[in-house]
């Protein structure tokens, strides 16, 4: 039997091209210049945090922060900012385009951009309700009442809502969302985040693991199943409460943080913009110091500054009284062994002059000559006539 590779060919290329479809894009564009970084495939999960982090809503997504695939696609691919960078120099923008597999051949300005790969891409309708969840979570305010449904619609508009939090837009074509990348890009202050998902459905859900993973919702008390998420942490609210009883509904919470002995993972900031999150991160400075406002930068934010909240360390005593401990670090969590260190040190020195003091002596004492009284008294007997 022959095989015939008229036929074989074109079999081949639309295998090709369904495999091809069957991964999503995100293509990033940031204001500021950024070292370029090779497109890779990444999974859905890393792809989330990515995206809300590109959001400004990584908090609602901190189950997954500390995978060591999260924290390299966030390397990559997040948005880089400085630590008293004024909110108004960058603006986010977040889009969601459907029914394209692969833009970059469509879209000369797409192909200028940095990209990832998303494979296997969730089903479209839970690639639309993270889309909308993250909008949800950048202006609970304004938009936490509203349904999934309503919301989709509404961000199929235009015009751009608020100027608080990040602008979602459900892009309807490839047409429009050039011209709106066009005018954006001479602004040079947007940071432009695209979603582009093929068409068709691409996971079933009864696939969970090619699902978008876990986070939790403002406003939110029971888990959305359509979209295979659970609310892992004590949902949000927006309702304020006096000053006394906030002072006893968070004294449990520090006084847990500061008896968990564990150490803390990451590189810690050297300032706070809050009194509570400088707690929260520090868990109240491990036990060993308070959180306290160090100065104000009143030039590094257009609207009144910024302040600069960091743990203030205090020397510590054991149950005896006799011995004290300083501490020192971003959260006081790294004990002063400078006594301990200069010991060693002196004694080592000591150690080292001691012995080199006696191979030298040894040596010199080695080098000298012997007496000739030694070589007299070894003649033998002189012989008697």
């Keep these: ?10 079999a081949l290329c639309c295998t090709a091209q369904l495999v091809a479809a069957s991964s999503a894009h995100v293509y990033i564009h940031d ?3 950024q070292p370029s970084t090779e497109s890779r495939t990444l999974e859905p999960v890393a792809a989330r945090l990515v995206l809300a982090q590109r959001a400004g809503v990584e908090d609602y997504h901190d189950a997954d922060l500390l995978r060591q695939e999260v924290v390299k696609a966030i390397n990559d691919y997040g948005l880089r900012t400085h630590l008293f960078e004024a909110d108004s120099t960058v603006k986010r923008a977040m889009f969601l385009l459907e029914g394209e597999s692969d833009p970059a051949a469509t879209s000369s300005l797409l192909r200028t951009y940095t990209t990832f790969e998303l494979d296997p891409a969730p089903a479209a309708p839970a690639s639309r309700g993270l889309f909308v969840d993250l909008a949800k979570q950048s202006m609970p305010d304004r938009y936490s009442h509203h349904s999934d449904e309503a919301l989709y619609i509404e ?6 809502q608020s100027t608080d939090g990040a602008w979602f837009h459900v892009v309807g074509s490839m047409a429009e969302l050039e011209s ?3 005018t954006m890009t001479k602004d040079e202050t947007w940071s432009i985040t695209i979603l582009v998902i093929p068409p068709g459905e691409q996971t ?3 696939q969970g693991k090619y699902q978008w993973g ?3 919702m403002p406003n939110t008390q029971a888990p959305l199943e359509k979209r295979q998420r659970k609310i892992s942490e004590e949902p949000l609210t927006e309702s304020f409460e006096p000053v006394a009883s906030s002072k006893t509904e968070f004294a449990a919470p520090i006084s847990i943080n500061a008896n968990n002995t564990s150490p803390l993972r990451g590189i ?4 706070f913009s809050t009194q509570s999150a400088c707690e929260s991160a520090t868990r109240n400075c491990t036990g060993h110091g308070s959180c306290s406002k160090r100065y104000h930068d009143s030039t590094a934010n257009n609207k009144g500054g910024i302040d600069c909240f960091s743990c203030s360390c205090k020397a510590t005593k054991s149950s005896d009284g006799k011995k004290t401990t300083y501490w020192g670090g971003p959260a006081c969590q790294k004990k002063d062994i400078s006594i301990q260190f200069w010991l060693i040190v002196l004694f080592t020195v000591g150690m080292i002059f001691l012995v080199g003091f006696a191979v030298g002596t040894i040596m010199d004492m080695g080098s000298q ?3 000739s009284v030694i070589g007299a008294g070894v003649s033998g007997p002189s012989a008697r006539k």
């Design 369 to 371: 000559e012997l007496p």
């Design 31 to 33: 204001p500021h210049s």
């Design 1 to 10: 039997m022959k095989i015939n590779i008229s036929t074989i060919i074109p």
């Design 180 to 182: 709106l990348l066009e």
């Design 214 to 216: 876990t986070y939790s």
């Design 268 to 271: 810690l900031p050297a300032c």
């Design 204 to 206: 079933a859900a009864s």
């Design 155 to 160: 961000l199929q508009s235009v015009q751009r």
